[in-house]
């Protein structure tokens, strides 16, 4: 029987990993065992549970109980389900702009870089990409076209927070990724060094004048490569193109110097992927 609970009082503690918590302290990168994240919307939520994460509870406006919704809570057992009218809920701040369903769930401890690169042909890596949007958006175009993995540095923003999984769709559950390295001073010296000795090429994604084409035979035929993307605004580091293999430039027209970063990813991801 699903474990139904109408919520009274928005101060109650079971409510603060949705309302209260910001994403850090929902991380606890002092505990990572104890680590949650909030998912949102079915279809995501529905992917987090393909993948292995253990659900916590459940807050949905009443009416997904008996509807969207109904699947979820009956694949999740007794868990509990906070619940009220929509017009309740909107007192929980951000309520508003929800898919109508969240369930908090469990972090599942991160695979290594040499599990996550094991069978890989075709990464992508994030250099402190910081905008949960573009993260979540690398990772849907990632696991869309045909990427086998994903590698972040330590600078990034985490996949699985609230805005990164959503904007996903989920994908984040889908394709494997990780951490390369946990301290800002890992990357590049250390994390370019470690890809080296997986046996991985490495194409940074640049405006540089000496650039090669994005169909380039060479970089094309590369049996294991990694397609390294840069931060919003400023891009990849001069230390870590100086570090590459390649540095390779998506051709523009009308005048258009580049692309946003996510949108860059689709485009190097159909190109380079592993077909």
């Not at 599942?108 to 040499?114: A, C, G, H, I, N």
């Not at 194409?203 to 970089?219: E, G, H, N, R, T």
Request: include cysteine.
């Amino acid at each position: 029987m699903p474990n139904i609970i109408e919520i009274t009082d928005f101060n109650a503690p079971e409510l603060d990993v949705y309302a209260r918590l910001t994403e850090a302290q929902l991380l606890n990168r002092h505990e990572l065992r104890k680590g949650l994240f909030i998912a949102e919307s079915p279809k995501v939520i529905e992917r987090a549970l393909d993948a292995g994460y253990e659900p916590v509870s459940f807050l949905m406006e009443r009416k997904h109980i008996e509807g969207q919704a109904k699947y979820l809570i009956d694949r999740c057992g007794d868990i509990p389900v906070y619940t009220a009218e929509f017009d309740i809920l909107t007192q929980l701040t951000g309520f508003k702009l929800t898919r109508g369903t969240l369930c908090a769930m469990r972090r599942l401890p991160l695979p290594t870089v040499e599990q996550v690169c094991e069978n890989a042909r075709r990464i992508v890596l994030l250099e402190n990409v910081m905008n949960p949007t573009n993260v979540g958006a690398i990772f849907r175009s990632a696991a869309a076209l045909n990427m086998d993995a994903v590698l972040l540095t330590p600078g990034c923003s985490n996949p699985l927070y609230r805005r990164s999984a959503r904007v996903s769709m989920g994908t984040v559950f889908q394709i494997p990724w990780t951490y390369l390295g946990e301290e800002m001073a890992d990357w590049p010296e250390k994390g370019m060094a470690q890809l080296r000795s997986l046996g991985f090429k490495t194409a940074a994604m640049a405006l540089c004048d000496d650039s090669v084409s994005i169909d380039d035979p060479q970089l094309l035929a590369e049996e294991k490569l990694v397609i390294i993307l840069g931060t919003e605004g400023d891009g990849l580091a001069q230390t870590t193109i100086a570090d590459c293999d390649y540095t390779v430039k998506i051709p523009m027209s009308h005048g258009v110097d580049s692309l946003n970063v996510a949108a860059a990813s689709a485009v190097a991801c159909w190109q380079l992927g592993n077909r």
